[in-house]
Structures are given as C-alpha cells and as structure tokens.
C-alpha cells in the first residue's frame, strides 16, 4: 500500500503532460481510493461527525438561532463585512466568500448529477446526512483553526490543520513526532489536491461546458495538441485572469470572492427555484425516491445503474465532501485568516458555509434534475443527449430556458460553472499556497503560484475523467490527517465552546479561550475586550 501511494503522488506530473501511463496510474488511483473512501475514510468521517455533534450537544441544532444570527443575521455589521485595516486578516465576510469560492464548484452541479446518477436518487439524503454532521466537523475544523493560528514572516494570520496537528496533537504527551508527520503529510496531500480538485478538474469542465454551450465551429474544427484551437484560447483566457488575480495574493482573491460568490450563488437558486417551480407537480415524487432509495434498492433503478444501498451511501458521502469539503481541513486555511477575534465565531461560520453549500446550492441542483423529466424516477433512465455530469443538469435546465430553438439552459449553466469553477481555482492557490509555505517557507510560495497558474492551461488541454478520479483521492488522502486531529484535539473544541456559550450566553465571568499562544491569548483577549467596550458606547 505504501509502494502504490508514492507511485500514485508521483503519477500527478505525469499526468498533467499527458504521457501513456495513463491506464497504470488509473488502476493504482482506483486502488488508493477504493482504500481510503470506502474502506476507511466514510467510517472516520461520518464518525468524527457524529463525535463533535454529541461533544457539542448537536450545536447545529440546540444553537441554531445562535450560528444563523452570527452568520447570515450579521451581514449587515460593518465589523463582519467591512475591509479590515489590519494588513494581517481579512473580514469574516470575506474569509466566507473565499472558502465558499472554493468549495462550491463543479461539486455542485456536475457531482451532484453524478452522484444521482451511480447511486440513484438515494444518494442525495446521504449527502445531506454527511452535511449535517460535516456541519460540526467543518465548526471544529474553524474553531482549532483559529485558537491554533499564529503570524507568518508576512506578518499575516497563517493557520490550517497541519498547525493545530504540529502544535496541538504534538503538545500531547509522546506524540510530538507524530503531530509533525501528520502535519507534514496533510500539506503535501494539500499541494498535490490544490492542483487536482483546485485546478485542472475544475478547468476541464469550463471548458468543456463552455464548447458545448457556445460553439465555436471555425475554433472548434482546428486541432492543436489533440484538442481543438478552442479549448487552448479559453485555457490561455482563463490563465491570464487568474495570473493576475491569484499574484496578487489573499487580499485580491478575497475582495474578487466577495463580489462573485453572492452573485452567482443568488442566481443559481434563482434559476433552479424557476425550474423547480415549474415542475412543481413532480416534488413530491422526487423527495419520495429521495427517501426511499436511500434505504432500498430500488430494482428498476438496479437494471439501468447497477444501484444498491451501499452506491448510494458511498456517492453521497464522496460528492457530499467533494461539494463542501467538510472534514478535509482545507476551508480552515482561509478561515483562520479572518479578523475574528473568537474561535466559535470562525467556527459558526464553518457550519453556515456546510448549510449554503450542500443544503441549499446541492439540493437545488438535486431538485432541478429530479424534477425536471430528464432522468425517469420509475426507471432511472436517462434522457436522450445528456451525459452523467454536468450536462445533466444543461439538459434540466434546457426544459424550462428554451426559446425560439435556442437552448439557453446549457449556456445559464455554462456561465454558471464558469463562475463555480473559475472562483474553486482562486480559492485553492490560496490553499495549496498555504500548504506549500508551511513546508518550504513563505518566500517559496511566489513559484508554487507560478506553477499554479501555468497548470490552468493544462487542464484545459486534459481530456480524461482522471483528474476528477485523482481529486477524490488526494480529498481522501488530506482527509485522514486532518480527522485524526480533529478527534485528537475534540477535548480543547468542547471547552472552547463551553467556554464561549458560558462567557457570551449564561453571562459567566470567565476568561476567554482564544489561542494555545500565552502571548497571543493575551494580545487577542485585550482586543476583545476593547472591541467590546467600543461596542458598548
């Protein structure tokens, strides 16, 4: 196992030149994955959800009034979403948008549609239950971010699961080289998945999307490279805007995110509740395959994908990640960037974005399929022309947006992958940044971006499903780290949050949890307590 994980780290450039090894590497990625996702990763990661939900007293739930009224009710504080001044954090509205820039993605529309489409409607509730518990797991993930993070050589807010496993797993007693290992693998899965699930998947399907939607005949029909003069222009477009936004570092990407995040978000509910609406009458019979294949495997469903129980468990916890990436530990990196002063503030943050992400931005797009004809609920077939990804959802789209012959469901979802997809690269540089400095020092980072950057126009050169196969992998492989430091570290979460709920709810005197730091602690503590007593005049 440890001969095929070196094999399958080293195959990524490989990959990424497009050489023969193609098959090889597949086989040993279906290995690796089948591994980590199915026969280890499901069970840590439904369990470290289930875990922080009862250390909590399910906060998602007992305290929901508290999280909506900090997150989404705060959206009109100046303190949440105007521009810091300080030059080492951005704003908590900002640390969002950039996390949820790289989380909704292609996840959202094309995994969605796939999961539907191997593990039948079914998968759908099993992506919600993930995203329930992920909700706790993803808080956790934030709280340690934050009570863990310290300046780097920039004199900027620098934290993520490989410091809270250096610096929290590795303050317990004989676990110190382990914290350090642990912290040293996590970053390089991260590095190694920035440029997979961060770059060329992402990449891949814009330009397939947009080919599809917006067809260039006299660009189409011209081969460069064993694919057409088209896809090299908007792999050549797609670099050259996000060179200039990516080089200009966390404060460019934040301020891009903040614009765009809302915006596309908006549009997209907009649009699939427009469907949805229309095919109102066939609601009812989508939440029923919803629920009922989530538990039984349906037989018509059997003879046209080969469906059982354990196919819709498994997509839905696969793609439920993928989507919100809830316990990989990779949103944490720019949460922890944030000028939040209050762990379990960063922390509510973490569970409203699992909430936006998979429970209204995935469920839509679950909805729009389900309900607009293009897949038979009795049969699962699939209508004619449309595949088992994105162009699914096109088709969906297409039976409300179609006018005068012109199918302007397939260009509304074109755009809106372009934006999905486009703001997940922005989002991950920044995390394979982080990742990388934590390895190699911050002056390093400004060749990773470079690379990164230029990676961009690899993926849109790619035409296989590799990349999207290599991303759940290295999703995995970041995974296992991550959650053996949040189970590790679930005793400090639970105090943290006890230690809130009895300063800010039961009105108790007690001194504020903010860092592991004595000279952080003390320097966040005093800041809180002015910033309170601003408030109060």
Request: glycine fraction near 12%; hydrophobic fraction near 50%.
């Given at each position: 196992?440890?001969?095929?994980k070196?094999?399958?780290?080293?195959?990524?450039p490989?990959?990424?030149?497009?050489?023969?090894?193609?098959?090889t590497i597949t086989?040993?990625?279906?290995?690796?994955?089948?591994?980590v996702?199915v026969?280890?990763?499901?069970?840590i990661l439904?369990?470290t959800g289930?875990?922080?939900t009862?250390?909590?007293?399910?906060?998602?739930?007992?305290h929901?009034?508290?999280?909506f009224?900090h997150?989404?009710?705060s959206?009109?504080q100046?303190?949440?979403?105007?521009?810091?001044k300080?030059k080492?954090?951005?704003?908590?509205?900002?640390?969002?948008?950039?996390?949820?820039?790289?989380?909704?993605g292609?996840?959202?529309?094309a995994?969605?549609?796939?999961a539907?489409v191997?593990?039948?409607p079914?998968?759908?509730f099993?992506?919600?239950?993930?995203?329930?518990?992920?909700m706790?797991t993803n808080?956790?993930?934030?709280?340690?971010?934050?009570?863990?993070r310290?300046k780097?050589a920039?004199?900027?807010?620098a934290?993520?699961?490989?410091?809270?496993?250096?610096?929290?797993?590795?303050a317990?007693?004989?676990?110190?080289?382990?914290g350090?290992?642990?912290?040293?693998?996590?970053s390089?899965?991260t590095?190694?998945a920035?440029?997979?699930?961060g770059?060329?998947g992402?990449v891949?399907?814009i330009?397939?999307?947009?080919?599809?939607a917006f067809?260039?005949?006299s660009?189409?029909?011209?081969p460069?490279g064993?694919?057409?003069?088209y896809?090299i222009?908007i792999?050549?477009?797609?670099?050259?805007?996000?060179?200039l936004?990516?080089?200009?570092?966390l404060?460019?990407i934040?301020?891009?995110?903040?614009?765009i995040?809302p915006?596309?978000?908006?549009?997209?509910?907009?649009g699939?509740l427009?469907?949805?609406?229309?095919?109102?009458n066939?609601?009812g019979?989508a939440?029923?395959?919803?629920?009922t294949d989530?538990?039984?495997?349906?037989?018509?469903?059997?003879g046209?994908?080969?469906?059982t129980?354990?196919q819709?468990v498994?997509?839905?916890?696969?793609?439920?990640?993928?989507?919100?990436?809830?316990?990989?530990?990779s949103?944490v990196?720019?949460h922890s960037?944030?000028?939040?002063?209050e762990?379990v503030?960063?922390?509510?943050w973490?569970?409203?974005?699992?909430?936006?992400?998979?429970m209204?931005?995935?469920?839509?797009?679950?909805?729009?399929v389900?309900?607009?004809g293009?897949?038979?609920?009795?049969?699962g077939?699939?209508?004619?022309?449309?595949?088992g990804d994105?162009?699914?959802v096109?088709?969906?789209?297409?039976?409300?947006?179609?006018f005068g012959?012109?199918d302007?469901?397939?260009?509304?979802i074109?755009i809106?992958?372009?934006?999905?997809a486009?703001?997940?690269?922005l989002?991950?540089?920044?995390y394979?940044s982080?990742?990388f400095?934590?390895?190699?020092g911050?002056?390093a980072?400004?060749g990773f971006?470079?690379?990164?950057?230029i990676?961009?126009?690899?993926?849109?050169?790619?035409?296989?499903?590799?990349?999207?196969?290599?991303?759940?992998?290295f999703n995995?492989?970041?995974?296992?780290?991550?959650?053996?430091?949040?189970?590790?570290?679930?005793?400090i979460?639970?105090?943290i949050?006890?230690?809130y709920v009895d300063?800010?709810?039961r009105?108790?005197?007690v001194?504020?949890?903010?860092?592991?730091?004595?000279?952080?602690?003390?320097e966040?503590?005093?800041?809180l307590?002015n910033?309170?007593?601003?408030?109060?005049k």
């Amino acid at each position: 196992m440890k001969k095929a994980k070196l094999l399958a780290l080293a195959a990524l450039p490989l990959l990424l030149c497009g050489c023969e090894a193609e098959k090889t590497i597949t086989e040993i990625n279906s290995v690796i994955n089948d591994f980590v996702w199915v026969k280890s990763g499901l069970f840590i990661l439904l369990g470290t959800g289930i875990l922080m939900t009862v250390l909590t007293k399910v906060f998602q739930i007992s305290h929901i009034g508290l999280w909506f009224k900090h997150t989404l009710g705060s959206l009109f504080q100046r303190n949440v979403i105007g521009h810091t001044k300080d030059k080492s954090s951005i704003s908590q509205f900002q640390a969002l948008c950039t996390a949820l820039a790289a989380t909704i993605g292609v996840g959202n529309i094309a995994g969605v549609a796939a999961a539907i489409v191997v593990g039948g409607p079914g998968a759908v509730f099993w992506m919600w239950l993930a995203a329930f518990f992920g909700m706790m797991t993803n808080y956790s993930e934030n709280v340690l971010g934050i009570f863990y993070r310290r300046k780097n050589a920039k004199g900027e807010w620098a934290g993520g699961a490989m410091y809270y496993l250096q610096d929290g797993l590795g303050a317990k007693k004989h676990c110190k080289k382990l914290g350090r290992i642990l912290a040293i693998l996590f970053s390089c899965f991260t590095v190694l998945a920035a440029f997979g699930i961060g770059n060329v998947g992402q990449v891949n399907k814009i330009v397939a999307n947009i080919e599809s939607a917006f067809p260039i005949e006299s660009l189409s029909s011209v081969p460069v490279g064993g694919v057409s003069l088209y896809a090299i222009l908007i792999g050549v477009a797609l670099m050259i805007l996000g060179a200039l936004i990516i080089l200009g570092g966390l404060k460019r990407i934040a301020s891009f995110a903040e614009k765009i995040v809302p915006l596309m978000v908006c549009l997209f509910v907009l649009g699939s509740l427009i469907v949805i609406g229309v095919n109102y009458n066939q609601i009812g019979a989508a939440f029923s395959a919803i629920f009922t294949d989530a538990f039984t495997a349906n037989s018509a469903w059997g003879g046209a994908v080969g469906f059982t129980v354990m196919q819709a468990v498994t997509q839905g916890f696969k793609r439920g990640v993928f989507s919100n990436e809830a316990g990989l530990g990779s949103s944490v990196m720019v949460h922890s960037n944030s000028n939040v002063k209050e762990p379990v503030q960063q922390g509510m943050w973490g569970i409203f974005e699992v909430f936006a992400d998979t429970m209204i931005v995935c469920t839509m797009t679950a909805l729009v399929v389900l309900t607009s004809g293009v897949i038979d609920l009795e049969t699962g077939a699939i209508a004619a022309g449309s595949g088992g990804d994105a162009t699914l959802v096109a088709k969906a789209f297409g039976t409300v947006f179609t006018f005068g012959g012109i199918d302007f469901g397939s260009m509304f979802i074109a755009i809106a992958l372009l934006l999905f997809a486009f703001t997940t690269v922005l989002g991950w540089s920044h995390y394979g940044s982080t990742a990388f400095a934590y390895l190699f020092g911050e002056k390093a980072t400004v060749g990773f971006k470079t690379v990164f950057v230029i990676v961009i126009m690899a993926g849109s050169m790619m035409t296989s499903s590799l990349a999207w196969d290599i991303s759940d992998t290295f999703n995995g492989l970041m995974m296992i780290p991550n959650l053996i430091g949040v189970i590790t570290l679930s005793g400090i979460v639970m105090k943290i949050t006890k230690n809130y709920v009895d300063r800010n709810l039961r009105g108790l005197s007690v001194e504020p949890m903010l860092s592991y730091d004595p000279k952080t602690q003390k320097e966040q503590a005093e800041a809180l307590k002015n910033g309170q007593n601003e408030s109060a005049k």
